[in-house]
Protein backbone atom coordinates (compact mmCIF):
# COMPACT_ATOMS: atom_id res chain seq x y z
CA UNK A 1 0.00 0.00 0.00
CA UNK A 2 1.44 3.50 -0.90
CA UNK A 3 -0.27 6.58 0.60
CA UNK A 4 0.79 9.86 -0.09
CA UNK A 5 0.25 12.99 2.38
CA UNK A 6 0.42 16.23 1.77
CA UNK A 7 2.22 17.48 4.32
CA UNK A 8 6.21 17.63 5.35
CA UNK A 9 7.36 14.06 7.49
CA UNK A 10 7.11 15.87 10.90
CA UNK A 11 10.39 13.79 11.98
CA UNK A 12 11.96 10.22 12.62
CA UNK A 13 12.49 8.03 14.96
CA UNK A 14 16.22 7.62 15.37
CA UNK A 15 18.11 8.64 12.47
CA UNK A 16 21.81 6.97 12.13
CA UNK A 17 20.75 8.27 15.50
CA UNK A 18 17.75 9.33 16.28
CA UNK A 19 16.12 11.77 14.74
CA UNK A 20 11.92 11.67 15.02
CA UNK A 21 9.00 10.42 16.07
CA UNK A 22 10.29 8.58 18.12
CA UNK A 23 13.50 9.38 17.55
CA UNK A 24 18.69 11.71 17.87
CA UNK A 25 20.40 13.29 15.17
CA UNK A 26 22.11 11.90 12.07
CA UNK A 27 25.58 11.53 11.26
CA UNK A 28 28.44 10.18 13.25
CA UNK A 29 28.15 8.80 16.79
CA UNK A 30 30.24 11.66 18.08
CA UNK A 31 28.09 14.43 16.54
CA UNK A 32 25.38 14.07 18.80
CA UNK A 33 25.40 15.95 22.08
CA UNK A 34 21.65 15.18 23.53
CA UNK A 35 18.45 13.40 22.98
CA UNK A 36 16.21 14.09 20.17
CA UNK A 37 14.52 17.06 20.87
CA UNK A 38 11.71 16.53 17.56
CA UNK A 39 11.57 13.00 18.78
CA UNK A 40 9.98 14.21 22.25
CA UNK A 41 7.82 16.99 20.41
CA UNK A 42 6.19 14.09 18.51
CA UNK A 43 5.83 11.61 20.89
CA UNK A 44 3.93 14.94 23.07
CA UNK A 45 1.56 15.09 20.23
CA UNK A 46 0.90 11.73 20.13
CA UNK A 47 0.55 11.01 23.81
CA UNK A 48 -2.88 13.42 23.07
CA UNK A 49 -4.24 10.75 20.46
CA UNK A 50 -6.93 7.76 20.78
CA UNK A 51 -5.25 4.76 20.02
CA UNK A 52 -5.97 1.42 20.06
CA UNK A 53 -3.83 -1.17 22.51
CA UNK A 54 -4.24 -5.09 23.04
CA UNK A 55 -5.65 -6.22 25.75
CA UNK A 56 -2.11 -6.66 27.93
CA UNK A 57 -0.71 -3.33 26.71
CA UNK A 58 -0.42 -0.23 28.42
CA UNK A 59 -2.76 2.55 26.86
CA UNK A 60 -1.57 5.25 29.19
CA UNK A 61 2.76 4.16 27.79
CA UNK A 62 3.02 7.02 25.74
CA UNK A 63 1.89 9.73 28.23
CA UNK A 64 4.22 7.91 30.96
CA UNK A 65 7.03 8.17 28.35
CA UNK A 66 6.82 11.43 27.85
CA UNK A 67 6.42 12.52 31.82
CA UNK A 68 9.08 15.51 32.57
CA UNK A 69 9.65 16.41 28.99
CA UNK A 70 10.02 20.12 28.31
CA UNK A 71 9.93 20.31 24.05
CA UNK A 72 6.22 21.82 23.66
CA UNK A 73 3.71 19.97 21.71
CA UNK A 74 3.74 20.99 17.60
CA UNK A 75 -0.36 21.18 17.20
CA UNK A 76 0.76 22.17 13.59
CA UNK A 77 1.87 18.36 13.03
CA UNK A 78 -1.20 16.72 14.88
CA UNK A 79 -3.05 15.88 11.47
CA UNK A 80 -0.13 14.15 9.53
CA UNK A 81 1.25 12.67 13.16
CA UNK A 82 -2.52 11.37 13.41
CA UNK A 83 -2.23 10.06 10.00
CA UNK A 84 1.14 8.45 10.34
CA UNK A 85 0.46 6.71 13.51
CA UNK A 86 -2.83 5.30 12.51
CA UNK A 87 -0.84 3.54 9.97
CA UNK A 88 1.73 2.63 11.85
CA UNK A 89 -0.42 1.04 14.58
CA UNK A 90 -2.90 -0.46 11.76
CA UNK A 91 0.29 -2.50 10.58
CA UNK A 92 1.34 -3.67 14.05
CA UNK A 93 -2.45 -4.99 15.19
CA UNK A 94 -2.81 -6.86 11.82
CA UNK A 95 0.61 -8.08 12.15
CA UNK A 96 -0.08 -9.58 15.73
CA UNK A 97 -3.26 -10.80 14.47
CA UNK A 98 -1.90 -12.65 11.49
CA UNK A 99 0.88 -14.19 14.53
CA UNK A 100 3.97 -12.44 13.79
CA UNK A 101 6.13 -12.45 16.69
CA UNK A 102 9.16 -10.18 15.84
CA UNK A 103 8.66 -6.38 15.48
CA UNK A 104 11.70 -4.18 14.49
CA UNK A 105 11.51 -0.97 15.75
CA UNK A 106 13.79 1.80 13.59
CA UNK A 107 14.57 4.62 15.48
CA UNK A 108 12.42 3.85 17.84
CA UNK A 109 12.97 6.97 19.96
CA UNK A 110 10.27 7.60 22.42
CA UNK A 111 7.70 5.17 20.46
CA UNK A 112 5.73 3.38 23.21
CA UNK A 113 4.26 0.13 20.74
CA UNK A 114 6.30 -1.66 22.72
CA UNK A 115 4.32 -1.33 25.86
CA UNK A 116 0.88 -0.28 24.18
CA UNK A 117 0.72 -3.83 21.95
CA UNK A 118 2.53 -6.25 24.34
CA UNK A 119 0.98 -9.38 23.29
CA UNK A 120 2.19 -13.20 24.53
CA UNK A 121 5.08 -13.93 22.54
CA UNK A 122 5.45 -11.02 20.81
CA UNK A 123 9.18 -9.17 21.26
CA UNK A 124 10.15 -6.24 19.94
CA UNK A 125 13.39 -4.82 19.11
CA UNK A 126 14.27 -1.27 19.06
CA UNK A 127 17.17 0.19 17.45
CA UNK A 128 18.07 4.19 17.69
CA UNK A 129 21.30 6.45 18.72
CA UNK A 130 22.34 5.54 22.39
CA UNK A 131 21.76 8.60 24.12
CA UNK A 132 18.16 8.68 23.02
CA UNK A 133 17.79 5.19 23.65
CA UNK A 134 19.59 5.55 27.10
CA UNK A 135 17.12 8.64 27.96
CA UNK A 136 14.04 6.15 26.86
CA UNK A 137 15.66 2.85 28.97
CA UNK A 138 15.87 5.35 32.00
CA UNK A 139 11.71 6.53 31.26
CA UNK A 140 10.75 2.90 30.77
CA UNK A 141 12.29 1.83 34.01
CA UNK A 142 10.44 4.91 36.04
CA UNK A 143 7.43 3.51 34.82
CA UNK A 144 8.03 -0.05 36.35
CA UNK A 145 6.81 -1.83 33.23
CA UNK A 146 7.77 -5.71 32.37
CA UNK A 147 10.04 -5.02 29.35
CA UNK A 148 10.70 -8.86 29.24
CA UNK A 149 10.13 -8.95 25.52
CA UNK A 150 11.90 -5.82 24.89
CA UNK A 151 15.20 -5.58 23.39
CA UNK A 152 17.28 -2.93 22.80
CA UNK A 153 19.77 -2.18 20.34
CA UNK A 154 21.90 1.04 20.67
CA UNK A 155 22.99 1.59 17.13
CA UNK A 156 24.28 4.67 14.86
CA UNK A 157 23.07 3.98 11.60
CA UNK A 158 26.04 5.78 10.05
CA UNK A 159 28.43 3.54 11.60
CA UNK A 160 27.18 -0.02 12.50
CA UNK A 161 26.45 -3.35 10.85
CA UNK A 162 22.54 -3.71 11.33
CA UNK A 163 22.39 -6.70 10.45
CA UNK A 164 24.99 -8.28 13.31
CA UNK A 165 23.50 -5.89 15.53
CA UNK A 166 19.92 -7.60 15.31
CA UNK A 167 21.46 -10.83 15.06
CA UNK A 168 23.59 -10.33 18.51
CA UNK A 169 20.07 -9.20 20.56
CA UNK A 170 18.68 -12.37 19.53
CA UNK A 171 16.54 -11.70 16.12
CA UNK A 172 15.48 -14.72 14.24
CA UNK A 173 16.36 -14.33 10.55
CA UNK A 174 14.34 -17.53 9.81
CA UNK A 175 11.16 -16.12 11.03
CA UNK A 176 9.19 -13.29 9.66
CA UNK A 177 8.93 -9.89 11.37
CA UNK A 178 7.52 -6.48 11.29
CA UNK A 179 10.33 -3.57 10.17
CA UNK A 180 8.89 -0.30 11.18
CA UNK A 181 10.79 3.25 9.68
CA UNK A 182 8.58 5.77 10.85
CA UNK A 183 9.92 9.30 10.01
CA UNK A 184 13.90 8.11 10.24
CA UNK A 185 14.21 7.94 6.76
CA UNK A 186 14.43 11.27 5.90
CA UNK A 187 17.06 12.11 8.37
CA UNK A 188 19.81 9.89 6.51
CA UNK A 189 21.98 10.07 4.00
CA UNK A 190 20.90 8.06 0.33
CA UNK A 191 23.74 5.56 1.11
CA UNK A 192 22.69 5.13 4.74
CA UNK A 193 18.68 4.44 3.53
CA UNK A 194 20.25 1.59 0.70
CA UNK A 195 22.45 0.15 3.16
CA UNK A 196 19.88 0.31 6.25
CA UNK A 197 17.07 -1.76 3.70
CA UNK A 198 19.40 -3.99 2.57
CA UNK A 199 20.53 -4.97 6.22
CA UNK A 200 16.54 -4.99 7.32
CA UNK A 201 16.12 -7.06 3.87
CA UNK A 202 18.81 -9.62 5.48
CA UNK A 203 16.68 -10.39 8.33
CA UNK A 204 13.52 -10.51 6.88
CA UNK A 205 12.12 -14.06 7.27
CA UNK A 206 9.75 -15.30 4.73
CA UNK A 207 6.59 -13.74 5.19
CA UNK A 208 8.44 -10.09 6.77
CA UNK A 209 6.74 -6.96 5.78
CA UNK A 210 8.19 -3.13 6.04
CA UNK A 211 6.58 -0.46 6.71
CA UNK A 212 8.05 3.25 6.39
CA UNK A 213 7.24 6.92 6.00
CA UNK A 214 9.16 8.70 3.06
CA UNK A 215 10.05 12.36 2.45
CA UNK A 216 9.26 12.73 -0.64
CA UNK A 217 8.51 16.15 -3.55
CA UNK A 218 7.38 16.39 -6.78
CA UNK A 219 9.30 15.48 -9.95
CA UNK A 220 11.46 18.58 -11.70
CA UNK A 221 12.61 20.03 -8.59
CA UNK A 222 16.26 20.29 -7.25
CA UNK A 223 16.52 17.40 -3.96
CA UNK A 224 19.05 19.23 -2.38
CA UNK A 225 16.82 22.81 -2.63
CA UNK A 226 13.87 21.12 -1.08
CA UNK A 227 15.66 19.58 1.80
CA UNK A 228 17.43 23.42 2.47
CA UNK A 229 14.71 24.95 2.14
CA UNK A 230 12.91 22.32 4.69
CA UNK A 231 15.49 23.01 7.27
CA UNK A 232 15.62 26.52 6.94
CA UNK A 233 12.04 26.60 8.10
CA UNK A 234 12.54 23.78 11.04
CA UNK A 235 13.90 25.05 14.71
CA UNK A 236 15.90 21.72 14.62
CA UNK A 237 17.19 21.90 10.87
CA UNK A 238 20.43 22.42 12.12
CA UNK A 239 20.60 20.15 14.93
CA UNK A 240 18.52 17.55 13.35
CA UNK A 241 18.63 18.20 9.65
CA UNK A 242 16.19 16.05 7.52
CA UNK A 243 18.81 14.40 4.30
CA UNK A 244 16.76 12.89 1.79
CA UNK A 245 13.65 13.85 0.19
CA UNK A 246 13.27 12.57 -3.12
CA UNK A 247 10.37 12.09 -5.74
CA UNK A 248 8.26 8.74 -5.00
CA UNK A 249 9.95 6.99 -7.68
CA UNK A 250 13.58 6.99 -6.52
CA UNK A 251 12.42 6.35 -3.28
CA UNK A 252 10.86 2.89 -4.73
CA UNK A 253 13.95 2.68 -6.50
CA UNK A 254 16.14 2.46 -2.92
CA UNK A 255 13.40 0.20 -1.82
CA UNK A 256 13.58 -2.24 -4.84
CA UNK A 257 17.58 -1.94 -5.28
CA UNK A 258 17.67 -3.51 -1.24
CA UNK A 259 15.26 -6.58 -2.27
CA UNK A 260 11.89 -4.79 -1.27
CA UNK A 261 8.76 -4.74 -3.58
CA UNK A 262 6.48 -2.12 -2.51
CA UNK A 263 2.79 -2.64 -2.78
CA UNK A 264 0.93 -0.86 -5.54
CA UNK A 265 -1.06 2.30 -3.93
CA UNK A 266 -4.76 1.65 -2.67
CA UNK A 267 -5.64 5.33 -1.84
CA UNK A 268 -4.10 9.06 -1.08
CA UNK A 269 -4.77 11.66 1.70
CA UNK A 270 -4.63 15.34 0.66
CA UNK A 271 -4.14 18.41 2.73
CA UNK A 272 -4.03 21.86 2.23
CA UNK A 273 -0.07 22.28 3.16
CA UNK A 274 0.70 25.79 1.25
CA UNK A 275 3.56 25.62 -0.59
CA UNK A 276 5.73 23.48 0.85
CA UNK A 277 6.87 20.93 -1.80
CA UNK A 278 7.85 17.73 0.72
CA UNK A 279 4.97 15.34 1.19
CA UNK A 280 5.17 12.49 3.41
CA UNK A 281 4.67 8.88 1.32
CA UNK A 282 3.62 5.47 3.22
CA UNK A 283 4.51 2.35 2.22
CA UNK A 284 4.03 -1.34 2.49
CA UNK A 285 6.76 -3.45 1.25
CA UNK A 286 7.35 -7.24 1.28
CA UNK A 287 10.15 -9.37 1.19
Given at each position: ????????????W?????A?D??S?PGP??????PSRT??T????RA?????????G?P???R?L???M??T?A??W????T???RF???H???A?????????V?GA?????????RA?G?????I?H???Q???V?R?????T????L?F??A??G????T?L?AA??????EP???????V???????????L???LR?R?????????S???H???IDS??V???A?AG???G??????TI????????L???AG????P???????D??D??A???L?????
Amino acid sequence: MVSAAACPDPGGWGSGVTAGDGHSTPGPLGSVSEPSRTSQTVALVRAGLVRPHTPGGDPDAQRALCVGMTATPAERWRDEVTERTRFFDGHLVAAISAGIRQVVVVGAGYDDRALRFRAPGVRFFEIDHPLTQADKVRRVRAMGTDTDRLVFVPADFGLDDITDLLAAHGHDDAEPSLFICEGVLVYLDQPTISALLRALRSRAGPGSTLAASLATHPQGIDSGLVADMANAGRRTGVSEPWRTILPADQHLALLSGAGWQAEPADGTVRRDDGDRAARSLLITARA
